[in-house]
């Protein structure tokens, strides 16, 4: 139960993440969909340090059948090889399985739902570019679509990041699940701890680490946030500033990582150390 394949992972987060040269100006932006300007009745725009497009307009170049929820303000998008959901006011997008992070969120602008070009890009199986003299950006799809979830994860990997999460931090913000998992993937990159996910929860060298495991709340059945937030880690996702300890000071026994760690942050109920 190694986590699985940490170089493409990076090499998505990246895509994900950044584009060369600065998009931090806001405002509008042109695209190109591969080499061909976007229909001129949408407008790509800027967020943050992500570029964004309209899905109807990526639906509309590449076909498909896209189908919106208006209650739950969620798109559905589906063309050969690839399944894609995304909601407005989420961080994050669903493709085949997958759970792809979206730090300035999905979001509506003049009607449609904007996604980031980057995340496009990945989900197309292909790449993306920006140029900061003509603020451009180019998405390029692949021969393939992303890879599945279910080819993609490792089954057990995602199971017990799931359950030690959900049990963790169950009712927690998406944030502090995501930082829970994260503390545990930063001890299996360790040479301190064991090196699986499975062996850093039970691990016993120094006692037992995680409460769920002493009360048998490891094994139930995790929930669907709490899957997502694994998902999310295990795609490179990591907001714990290198925290390798995590407790609630309201409901902790013990108060020695309070007086003997450094402090990082807090999320919710959590505080987070090195």
């Given at each position: 139960?190694?986590?699985?394949?940490?170089?493409?992972?990076?090499?998505?987060?990246?895509?994900?993440?950044?584009?060369?040269?600065?998009?931090?100006?806001?405002?509008?932006?042109?695209?190109?969909?591969?080499?061909?300007?976007?229909?001129?009745?949408?407008?790509?725009?800027?967020?943050?340090?992500?570029?964004?497009?309209?899905?109807?307009?990526?639906?509309?170049?590449?076909?498909?059948?896209?189908?919106?929820?208006?209650?739950?303000?969620?798109?559905?998008?589906?063309?050969?090889?690839?399944?894609?959901?995304?909601?407005?006011?989420?961080?994050?997008?669903?493709?085949?399985?997958?759970?792809?992070?979206?730090?300035?969120?999905?979001?509506?602008?003049?009607?449609?739902?904007?996604?980031?070009a980057?995340?496009?890009?990945?989900?197309?199986?292909?790449?993306?570019?920006?140029?900061?003299?003509?603020?451009?950006?180019?998405?390029?799809?692949?021969?393939?679509?992303?890879?599945?979830?279910?080819?993609?994860?490792?089954?057990?990997?995602?199971?017990?990041?799931?359950?030690i999460?959900?049990?963790?931090?169950?009712?927690?913000?998406?944030?502090?699940q995501?930082?829970?998992?994260?503390?545990?993937?930063?001890?299996?990159?360790?040479?301190?701890?064991?090196?699986?996910?499975?062996?850093?929860?039970?691990?016993?060298?120094?006692?037992?680490?995680?409460?769920?495991?002493?009360?048998g709340?490891?094994?139930?059945?995790?929930?669907?946030?709490?899957?997502?937030?694994?998902?999310?880690?295990?795609?490179?996702?990591?907001?714990?500033?290198?925290?390798?300890y995590?407790?609630?000071?309201?409901?902790?026994?013990?108060?020695?990582?309070?007086?003997?760690?450094?402090?990082?942050?807090?999320?919710?109920?959590?505080?987070?150390?090195?």
């Amino acid at each position: 139960m190694k986590i699985p394949r940490l170089l493409p992972v990076l090499v998505l987060l990246l895509l994900v993440l950044t584009f060369p040269g600065s998009v931090r100006a806001a405002g509008a932006c042109t695209v190109l969909l591969d080499g061909r300007p976007m229909d001129s009745r949408y407008a790509g725009v800027i967020r943050g340090d992500t570029a964004y497009l309209p899905l109807r307009a990526a639906a509309d170049h590449y076909g498909g059948r896209l189908d919106w929820d208006a209650k739950t303000r969620t798109a559905h998008w589906a063309i050969r090889g690839l399944t894609l959901t995304a909601r407005d006011g989420m961080p994050y997008l669903e493709a085949n399985g997958r759970a792809l992070y979206a730090p300035q969120g999905i979001f509506i602008r003049d009607g449609r739902l904007m996604i980031p070009a980057r995340l496009l890009a990945a989900c197309m199986g292909g790449s993306a570019g920006w140029n900061a003299g003509t603020r451009q950006v180019s998405v390029s799809a692949g021969a393939q679509r992303i890879e599945s979830g279910g080819s993609f994860y490792d089954a057990d990997a995602l199971l017990w990041l799931s359950r030690i999460i959900s049990a963790e931090s169950r009712g927690e913000p998406l944030r502090g699940q995501i930082a829970v998992g994260n503390v545990v993937l930063n001890r299996v990159r360790s040479k301190a701890y064991p090196n699986t996910i499975y062996g850093v929860i039970f691990d016993r060298r120094y006692g037992v680490q995680f409460e769920p495991v002493l009360n048998g709340s490891i094994y139930a059945e995790p929930t669907e946030g709490a899957v997502l937030a694994a998902k999310l880690c295990l795609e490179g996702v990591d907001l714990s500033q290198g925290s390798l300890y995590f407790y609630d000071p309201l409901k902790a026994q013990s108060s020695w990582i309070g007086n003997n760690r450094t402090y990082v942050m807090t999320i919710g109920v959590h505080k987070f150390y090195l």
